[in-house]
């Protein structure tokens, strides 16, 4: 199956607005700050937090997705059109790897026949490890800690120490990865040649990534979904 590429005109004016907002944000602090994504500096973080509680409060889309997730409380937190083309694609056969766990790591793992996802909290690390146990998928998952110890200071040692939790995966030898969690552009930078020909490549949050970036990544056969919010893109290798 192929899919076409996204038509960013599409894109809704409010969605364009935020996301040229938060790349500036995200160019600020990177300039400014030397943090990249989801850890920046604590004023990066606070213009973050208050642009975030804004759209909460007034966004229709906001709304629409809060509803979605109480109505399917086992799914990821990934825009719903993607993770409706996601589980079209997957297979019991699969094998995956993830940065950043939670409930994409037991939907994952009900639906493929293992997976290796990568945390970098260690409370959430336990959190995780719990559910799978108690919904006995543990043996489906290589659940691994990179522990991330501070949510503002990091050095660029913790930053590869986390990315390069891939590196002992065989190229070609994964059907899908999914990038959500810390260090994304790090993350993404390690990603070449680990997954088969025709693999998935999903990123979330791809709203808010340098744009130099995802076109090193992008392929023919790519897609993208927005809800309003954020947007994620399956990029098919």
């Known amino acids: 199956m192929r899919f076409k590429k996204v038509n960013q005109k599409s894109y809704s004016m ?69 993770i409706a083309f996601i589980e079209k694609e997957l297979r019991p056969e699969f094998v995956g790897f993830e940065w950043g766990s939670g409930r994409s790591t037991l939907w994952f793992a009900r639906r493929v026949r293992y997976i290796t996802s990568v945390e970098g909290r260690r409370a959430w690390y336990d959190e995780v490890r719990s559910w799978l146990v108690k919904d006995d998928l543990a043996e489906r998952v290589s659940l691994r800690l990179s522990e991330v110890t501070s949510e503002h200071n990091f050095s660029s040692e913790e930053i590869e120490r986390y990315a390069q939790a891939i590196d002992g995966v065989g190229d070609g030898s994964l059907d899908f990865i999914l990038v959500d969690g810390h260090f994304r552009e790090a993350c993404l930078r390690r990603v070449a040649n680990k997954l088969r020909i025709g693999g998935l490549l999903i990123i979330d949050n791809t709203d808010v990534l340098p744009q130099a970036l995802l076109d090193t990544l992008t392929t023919a056969d790519s897609q993208s979904w927005n809800n309003g919010i954020s947007e994620t893109t399956v990029i098919r290798v």
């Open 14 to 82: 409010v969605f364009n607005f935020k996301r040229s907002t938060s790349r500036l944000l995200l160019l600020a602090s990177n300039r400014l700050f030397g943090k990249e994504l989801v850890h920046r500096s604590r004023i990066a973080r606070w213009f973050n937090q208050s642009w975030l509680a804004m759209v909460e409060v007034l966004s229709p889309a906001r709304r629409r997705q809060a509803r979605y997730e109480r109505e399917n409380p086992d799914a990821p937190w990934l825009v719903p059109a993607a």
